[in-house]
């Protein structure tokens, strides 16, 4: 069982160097989710999705797009990298967000912007 | 301003003790709090929950205690392992779609 398959694993960039990272489940899950995690700072919410067809903001969005290409896919894009998103990008999904099922996450990318 | 605080970055305990991981919140809305387990370069991974209509949910060594007046919930593992060694998510849900995770808190447990 594959479950959140999140690629690439690692990526180094430079400041204004645009990356996609792409995220993959299959469990059939209607919603999805990008987090970025931080030392001190927990997972805070980037974008969700919570069906196909549908995106929208969470707590960080700036500076960051969301494309819900089906219902197994969810890509984020950094189209300007600052330093200031280097972190660690999670990929989770859930079988309905406005349930209390638990989100089911990816490995992360490990992301660097020098 | 954090909504979801774990005051205590790490915790060591002796295996066979029990370790007591807690959390705190401010939003009285919250309506569903769940932990989550994380070990180094993986994902975090789901553990258990409550919902804020209860004050208890057991699995197994793993219960969770929900004090909605003190605003207060714990995580209490018995007896603690060295497997359990990892960092422990609390997170708490709105009702919408939006989680709010706090920053963790590493747990060792010593041989």
């Known amino acids: 069982n594959a479950g959140v398959t999140q690629t690439p694993k690692f990526q180094v960039l430079k400041t204004g160097q645009s990356m996609t990272l792409q995220c993959a489940q299959d469990?059939?899950?209607?919603?999805m989710y990008w987090y970025r995690q931080d030392p001190g700072m927990g997972l805070r919410l980037i974008y969700y999705?919570?069906?196909?067809?549908?995106?929208d903001k969470g707590e960080v969005p700036n500076g960051y797009n969301v494309s819900r290409l089906n219902k197994r896919e969810f890509s984020l894009r950094l189209e300007s990298a600052a330093p200031s998103q280097t972190s660690v990008y999670f990929c989770a999904s859930s079988e309905a967000g406005r349930s209390n099922q638990p989100q089911h996450f990816g490995d992360g990318t490990r992301l660097s912007i020098l | 301003d954090q909504q979801v605080k774990q005051n205590s970055p790490s915790l060591s305990v002796q295996e066979g003790r029990i370790s007591i991981l807690n959390c705190d919140y401010t939003n009285s809305m919250f309506d569903y709090f769940l932990w989550y387990k994380k070990y180094p370069a993986e994902g975090p991974t789901f553990l258990i929950s409550i919902s804020s209509i209860k004050d208890k949910n057991e699995d197994g060594r793993f219960t969770v205690f929900l004090n909605k007046s003190a605003k207060h919930l714990s995580l209490h593992i018995v007896p603690s392992q060295p497997g359990d060694s990892a960092v422990y998510f609390c997170a708490a849900h709105t009702g919408g779609f939006k989680t709010i995770f706090g920053a963790g808190t590493r747990l060792f447990v010593k041989a």
């Open positions: 469990m059939n899950h209607n919603s």
């Open positions: 999705s919570a069906s196909e067809g549908t995106t």
